[in-house]
């Protein structure tokens, strides 16, 4: 029972990913996703108040989104880096012990699982929509690949009108509300207009 290309390729993919783990410590790799994350995080927040800069700058609009996501994203994660290198060396995890290679080995690979499954989901969901890619077709880890792509969201569509969804089902304004707005709206009522004839005429008679 051979194996197809692909199916080494993500073998390969996913053993470079552990042995890399391997050799760095379970603490150091978990200190890195920390810093790649919460660097994105940040630049995410940040990203709309620098926006209609860069597009007063470069053109397309396009480029101008991606060119300032980036230069935000490296501003945070250089930092980011260091200090999740500086907190490394203080718990002394240059020289990883057993316990720790084998923690990074068991996250490594689970790791390069994710990174092999979220390649399927955004072909399958963003670049040819409804399809399975061909490169996974004949894999025989395509229900390893299945069960990963599987945590991610799988209907862009529901996504994209959440919020839609969120006012459509909002509860209408009780009776009495909408029925004080609407008296409201239809301005005097007879009897306030007769007071304010009233009135006039009074104070012309006099």
Known sequence: MSLAVTDIIIIVVVLASGLMALLRG???????????VGAAIIAIYLFPYLRPMARGILNPPLLADVASFAVLYLMVLIPAFILTSRVGRRFGRD????LDRTGGFIFGVARGLFIVGLAFWVHAMVLDPGAVPSWAENSRLRPVI???ASIFPQD???IATSS??????????PADQATAAD???????PEDRRSID???TTTTDE
């Open 26 to 36: 379970f603490v150091r790799e978990v200190l890195t996703i920390i810093a790649w």
């Open 95 to 98: 020289n990883p012990g057993v």
């Open 146 to 148: 299945l069960a990963v």
């Open 156 to 158: 862009m569509g529901a």
């Open 164 to 173: 839609q969804t969120r006012k459509s089902t909002a509860p209408d304004p």
């Open 183 to 189: 008296e409201k709206d239809e301005g005097y009522k």
């Open 198 to 200: 009233q009135l006039i």
